[in-house]
């Protein structure tokens, strides 16, 4: 109990029947509301009263001021135990929620209905020690006349407003004895104890407001879609988010008892970081998960406390696959082609499609075999986007357009200083970027013999590792591999590992040229110039039956990429050669450059920018929109080329996406 303070009490006048002997200036001030509100100077009861299901319900609203202020009741009770004093707790309108006291006081207040539910606001029974702290908003000491009606004459209380933090009044503590009882410290004793509930319920109010904190911090922790652990500088693991179970294949419990170290590699690193006040920042670190060893993505942040003193650690990590998901969705890793798309209608092709279709969804080896410009890539995509991983990446790469001193960088990644020119922070390979996707190994035959064998191992095991490091983690990538060589002969001449070719050619896919297929050339040509007309804002190509039936007597060796640039040169040119001049045509004239050098004679005549724009806008089409794709090809910047469409006005909704 706080040390009481003393409290002196004014001087009383003699007594008088009908004005208060008292001069106190709240007494004077009450009798007149009272005077004003017409109370009978010979009431005994309080005008209201609450009893049953409304006294139940005024006590269920006030249950933590009860909660709090009782034990303090008590403990004021105590101290007047045995001497006729009754300690009473009222709420902000002045019903009583609670009485303690002596047994034979109580049984004469109880015959005055002073009781739990009674209302002792001055509207109700006038001038009292209760009501009136609630109305002037101060500790009061009502005795004898003091009080407004006669028959409580007899007694002296006294009350103290309970405020909460805000200073608004939520009830009111009075201890109430017979008038010939009366004490200045009475009234100190009620302050004091009214100022303890007053604490007490601020400090379960601050409680309530951290607890509140916590689930709302805890709330938008869960929130993220990333694992979130702090942990004190001996790794001893404090929060952990409900994402990090998931991430690491742990239980909460389980990751709780363990080591922040035994989570990951690199703690003594984010130490160091966090005690020179810096974080890590996106850095991929490998986990020790409970199937194997994975790679996350890691960003931590140091705790400072207020004498600027490390003394915790946050450590957020987050899923590498789908961030690099995200990314390749942003760069363009991502196939866009699906058998829909795939147009022929000969016997031959559709069992091929059919073929393709079926085995989508099998984590088998799968190699295309065909001519240039068949559609193998095509195929792939189509294969990718049938199946069960169609929304993870595609990535390709063309082993034959990759310098062999860099192709096991590209494919595995490197870390930090593998090799000169190597990006200070490492490099994930195209394996990682594919992971949970498709890598499409396009001129696989390409391939250098020591990289056949890393490739082979990585298909055995499932594991890579970065060059310029030892650690290795899991990926889970489906190899769909291309070549338009025959890998038998390579094999035969050892230019291709055997076991590697029959570790790809599971599912061998092979794509007829367009000669074993002449019977679609009519299709085929009707879908590139729909689509090559209206991207080049031309007139459709009309073409007689004579010239279709021309072109597909024509053996077309580089295929459908022979035969859509062959259509496109015919819109440019807004011009169909006669039928005797496309027979007097070198076959070789039709595919790939010679056709790229037909096409530029007959730009020749055009302004450099006109010729700058057209050629932007073959490349785009080619790449189907793609912009990474296409700026690669141009050789520029993908920046560069979003400038050149602004610049040239081209509309990009015109190519298939």
Known sequence: MPNIPRVVRPKQEVISVKKPSSTKEFIVRSHKRCDAL????????SKRIL???????????????????????????????????????????????????????????FSYKMMPGAFMD????????????????????????????????????????????SGKIIGSLDLTGYSELVHPHTLGMVVAAAKAI????????????????????????????????TADLDGTIKTVSHYVPDLFGYTQGEIRSMKVWQLFEGWEQVLTASAARRGFSDEEVVVNSRKNKAMLNLS????????????????????????RKLA?????????????????????????????????????????????????????????????????????????????????????????????????????????????????????????LDMQTRLLRVLEEGTI????????????????????????????????????YYRLNVLPIILPPLRQRKDDIPLLIEFFTERISKRLNKKPLQLSEDQIQQLQDYDWPGNIRELENYIELLINTE????????????????????????????????PLNEIQKRHIIRTLDKYNGNISLSAKALGIARNTLYRNIEVFKIDCSTFDQ
Not at 66 to 87: C, H, R, S, W
Not at 303 to 323: A, E, G, R, T, W
Not at 385 to 400: I, M, W
Request: with cysteine.
């Open 38 to 45: 017409n109370i009978g100077r010979d009431r005994v009861y």
């Open 51 to 109: 009893d049953g299901d409304q006294l139940f319900e005024r006590m269920s609203d006030h249950q933590t001021l009860i909660g709090t202020a009782e034990p303090f009741m008590n403990q004021l009770y105590n101290f007047v135990k045995g001497t006729d004093f009754f300690a009473i707790l009222t709420d902000e309108e002045g019903c009583i929620l609670s009485i303690i006291g002596d047994e034979s006081i109580l049984t004469e207040a």
């Open 122 to 165: 001055e509207t109700n029974i006038g001038t009292n020690a209760m009501g009136t702290a609630l109305v002037e908003r101060m500790p009061v000491q009502v005795s004898g006349d003091e009080h407004y009606i006669e028959a409580y004459h007899k007694w002296t209380c006294s009350a103290s407003p309970i405020c909460d933090t």
């Open 198 to 229: 007053e604490r007490m319920l601020q400090v379960q109010e601050y409680n309530v407001a951290l607890e509140m904190a916590k689930l709302y911090n805890d709330a938008i922790i869960d929130s993220i879609s990333a694992g979130i652990l």
């Open 300 to 323: 931590t942040y140091p705790i400072i406390n207020s004498q600027n003193k490390l003394i915790d650690i946050i450590m957020v990590f987050k899923d590498v696959k789908k961030i």
């Open 328 to 448: 390749n969705r942003i760069m363009g890793r991502k196939a866009v082609y699906t058998f829909d798309k795939i147009i022929g209608e000969n016997r031959q092709f559709t069992k091929v499609v059919e073929f393709s279709k079926k085995i989508a969804d099998s984590r088998s080896g799968i190699l295309i075999l065909g001519e240039s410009g068949t559609g193998k890539e095509l195929f792939a995509q189509a294969i990718h986007n049938h199946s069960d991983r169609r929304e993870e990446p595609f990535v390709a790469l063309n082993c034959g357009a990759i310098p062999k001193t860099l192709i096991e960088a590209e494919l595995f990644g490197y870390e930090e200083g593998a090799f000169t020119g190597a990006k200070t922070s490492g490099n994930p390979g195209k394996f990682e970027i594919a992971d949970g996707g498709t890598l499409f190994l396009d001129e696989v035959g390409e391939m250098p």
């Open 465 to 500: 590792s970065r060059v310029g490091s030892m650690k290795e983690f899991v990926v889970d990538v489906r190899i769909i591999a291309a070549t338009n060589k025959d890998l038998k002969e390579e094999v035969a001449k050892g230019n291709f590992r055997k076991d590697l």
């Open 575 to 606: 011009s169909v050669p006669e039928i005797n001049r496309l027979q007097s045509l070198d076959p070789v004239e039709h595919s790939g450059l010679p056709l790229m050098r037909l096409s530029r004679e007959q730009d020749a005549d055009l």
